[in-house]
């Protein structure tokens, strides 16, 4: 078996090639790559020696030393509760913290931390550090 990490969207590399057990299990700790970036979610996957996928995780978001991440998109919600960017991984993010001046259909960068709560219904939960214009 082998196991990969890739952004959602893009391809992915082989980090580590393993033997499984006689009953096909296998146990490995995979240590996230120094060159990852912290603007898309994304995954580890197991696939095979002719690189058919078996299994795959759920996405994760790569975060620098401070525990920032940073995701472009468009501001698919703006409302008095409610603020939501669509990333350009295809993935709905909830925007907590300073969000003025934003409208529906911005285009900006966000760079903040993942948040433990949100106002919104859905997306993931991210207190903004900062937002620029592409």
């Known amino acids: 078996m082998q196991i990969g990490i890739g952004a959602i969207g893009t391809g992915f590399e082989v980090l580590e090639q393993l033997m499984t057990s006689p009953e096909g299990e296998i146990t490995h700790t995979v240590q996230v790559p120094q060159w990852v970036t912290m603007d ?3 995954v580890f996957i197991v696939f095979d020696i002719y690189f058919r996928p078996l299994s795959m995780s759920d996405p994760f978001h790569v975060t620098d030393r401070n525990g920032l991440m940073s995701r472009s998109g468009r501001i698919s ?3 008095a509760r409610c603020t939501t960017l669509l990333g350009d991984d295809d993935q709905l993010y909830a925007l907590e913290g300073d969000v003025r001046g934003l409208r529906t259909d911005d285009e900006v960068v966000i760079e903040g931390a993942l948040a433990a709560e949100s106002g919104c219904d859905q997306g993931t939960a ?3 550090v900062r937002i620029r214009r592409p």
Do not use: C, L, Q, W
């Open 40 to 42: 898309r979610s994304h």
């Open 77 to 79: 919600r703006r409302d």
């Open 126 to 128: 991210v207190d903004v």
